[in-house]
């Protein structure tokens, strides 16, 4: 086995991480479902037959090296462009290289290639003058052409595991050993260093290298939690705030108030603002699901996250985390209600799809001079009702239970008390959704 990442010349002043580019696939860490014997890529790689190929996922997964390797064992010439350094000359080019000599194509943040530039890619892989592997970080679906799509095989990298991330950084430490520097970390600190980097290698590469450089040779660098943490407070925040990552953790988090988990919304939180994550998107965020999760069940929530949406605006991090946690465990630890989500997306689908109902003539509007002959009258005002309500037609065309049904259960909730309330008044039961819609 070489090293890590690729068989390029070595030289001092290489990243760690670029020194360890693997040679073939067997020498790369982690993505065994995508890699591993017997997968797809794996038989097309026997094949001679790659095709087109789409990496997708977040940086420091290998998209680049697991490119390179597959271009090693194929045994093409392999050919990288980048949106940010290469045109249409450059794609024509390498096609007419291509017809002479079998190539691999490798298009580095394919998304950033313009749609014209896509389209020659395209041609490429159609006309079979090549075989292309583009890498991208963000979701193929959203931000490339629906024809290259349609034509290429998409293999989403996910991140590393604890374990595969420890056994990058034990290769690494191998690596500087073997060129002089012994590098000595605890166990706690290399597994610290394997988890805070999330699954991406060359992040955790790129703290090792920080912690090792600057250090003379034949003497071991005997590393401190002073030194590891230094490196940190140094290295960039892994958090993408316009990528498919951000997506992924928001959804967790909203789903973590909905199922409600407080562990898992304190953590989801904490990631986001870790993250640097603007605190008025979160309580946006909080807010919207007051309302569609809790809603009827606790009207209290609503009024929670908004005032979580003031005060942040007023306060910054660090403070503003304490706020978004009290709203966040709000939601999380209120009982739940759909009604109103489910209700007027029920709602809006019927005025979506159906003919517009008349407004009943005791229903119109009866401020006017002449509308009484008009026949606009009969309309009995609920508060003349002893009751505060009177028995008359709303939406002739709308069954009742067609778009609110209650979610009350047993808590004692305000839409419960709610329905004992009306169930009594009108001596009728309010439509339930989990009692048969009664």
């Given at each position: 086995?070489?090293?890590?990442?690729d068989a390029?010349?070595?030289?001092g002043?290489?990243?760690?991480?670029?020194?360890l580019?693997?040679?073939t696939?067997?020498d790369?860490?982690?993505?065994e479902?995508?890699i591993?014997?017997g997968?797809?890529?794996?038989?097309?790689i026997v094949?001679?037959?790659?095709g087109?190929?789409?990496?997708y996922?977040?940086?420091?997964l290998g998209k680049?090296?697991?490119?390179?390797?597959?271009g090693n064992m194929?045994?093409?010439?392999?050919r990288?462009?980048?949106?940010?350094?290469n045109?249409?000359?450059?794609?024509?080019?390498i096609?007419?290289?291509?017809?002479?000599r079998?190539t691999?194509?490798?298009a580095?943040?394919v998304?950033?290639?313009?749609?014209t530039q896509q389209?020659?890619?395209?041609?490429?892989?159609?006309?079979?003058?090549?075989d292309?592997?583009g890498?991208?970080?963000?979701n193929?679906y959203h931000?490339?052409?629906?024809?290259?799509?349609?034509?290429?095989t998409?293999?989403k990298?996910?991140?590393?595991?604890?374990?595969?991330m420890?056994?990058?950084?034990?290769?690494?430490?191998?690596?500087?050993a073997a060129?002089g520097?012994?590098?000595?970390l605890?166990p706690?600190q290399?597994r610290?260093?394997?988890?805070?980097s999330g699954?991406?290698?060359r992040?955790?590469?790129?703290?090792?290298?920080?912690?090792a450089?600057?250090?003379?040779?034949?003497?071991?660098?005997l590393?401190?939690?002073a030194m590891v943490?230094?490196?940190?407070?140094a290295?960039?925040?892994?958090?993408d705030?316009?990528?498919?990552a951000?997506?992924?953790?928001v959804?967790?988090f909203?789903?973590?108030m909905r199922g409600?988990?407080p562990?898992?919304?304190?953590?989801?939180?904490a990631?986001?603002?870790?993250?640097?994550?603007d605190?008025?998107?979160?309580?946006?965020?909080i807010?919207?699901?007051?309302?569609e999760d809790v809603g009827?069940?606790?009207?209290t929530?609503?009024q929670?996250?908004?005032?979580?949406?003031?005060a942040v605006?007023?306060i910054?991090?660090?403070e503003a985390?304490?706020i978004?946690?009290?709203?966040?465990l709000?939601?999380?630890r209120?009982?739940?209600s759909n009604s109103?989500?489910?209700?007027?997306?029920?709602a809006?689908?019927?005025?979506?799809?159906?003919?517009?109902s008349a407004?009943?003539?005791h229903?119109r509007?009866?401020h006017?001079?002449?509308?009484?002959?008009l026949?606009?009258?009969?309309y009995?005002f609920p508060h003349?009702?002893?009751?505060?309500?009177?028995?008359?037609?709303y939406?002739p065309?709308?069954s009742r239970g067609?778009f609110y049904q209650?979610d009350?259960?047993?808590?004692?909730t305000?839409e419960?008390?709610?329905?004992e309330?009306?169930?009594?008044?009108?001596?009728?039961?309010?439509?339930?959704?989990?009692d048969?819609g009664?």
């Open positions: 086995m070489t090293d890590l990442f390029a010349p070595r030289t002043s290489m990243p760690l991480a670029a020194e580019r693997p040679a696939l067997d790369v860490i982690g993505q479902k995508i591993g014997e997968t797809m890529l794996r038989r097309r094949a001679g037959r790659l087109s190929i789409i990496l996922g977040p940086p420091g680049t090296s697991i490119a390179r390797a597959i194929l045994g093409k010439n392999f990288p462009l980048h949106a940010a350094h045109n249409v000359a450059d794609i024509r080019k096609a007419d290289e291509a017809r002479m079998p691999l194509l490798f580095d943040e998304h950033r290639f313009s749609a389209d020659h890619l395209l041609a490429l892989c159609e006309e079979g003058v090549a292309f592997i890498a991208t970080t963000g193929p931000t490339l052409t629906p024809a290259l799509i349609s034509r290429s998409i293999l990298l996910e991140p590393l595991t604890l374990e595969e420890e056994e990058v950084v034990q290769r690494g430490l191998a690596h500087l060129r520097l012994e590098v000595r605890e706690a290399l610290r260093i394997a988890g805070r699954g991406d290698a992040r955790a590469l790129t703290v090792l290298e920080s912690l450089v600057g250090h003379a040779p034949g003497k071991p660098v590393i401190t939690e943490e230094e490196a940190y407070a290295a960039p925040v892994n958090h705030r316009s990528g498919d951000h997506y992924d953790v959804s967790a909203v789903k973590s409600s988990d562990d898992a919304t304190l953590y989801w939180l990631r986001l603002i870790h993250g640097g994550e605190p008025r998107y979160i309580a946006r965020r807010m919207i699901h007051a309302s009827l069940a606790d009207n929530a609503l929670t996250a908004v005032a979580a949406l003031h605006e007023k910054g991090y660090p985390q304490i978004l946690a009290h709203a966040a709000h939601v999380a209120a009982p739940k109103a989500c489910r209700g007027i997306s029920l809006m689908a019927h005025v979506a799809s159906e003919a517009p407004v009943p003539m229903l509007d009866a006017y001079k002449g509308a009484a002959a026949g606009h009258v009969g009995a003349d009702d002893g009751r505060g309500w009177s028995e008359q037609v939406a065309d709308v067609s209650s009350a259960r047993d808590a004692a305000f419960r008390r709610a329905d309330h009306w169930d009594q008044v009108t001596g009728r039961a309010t439509p339930r959704r989990f048969g009664r």
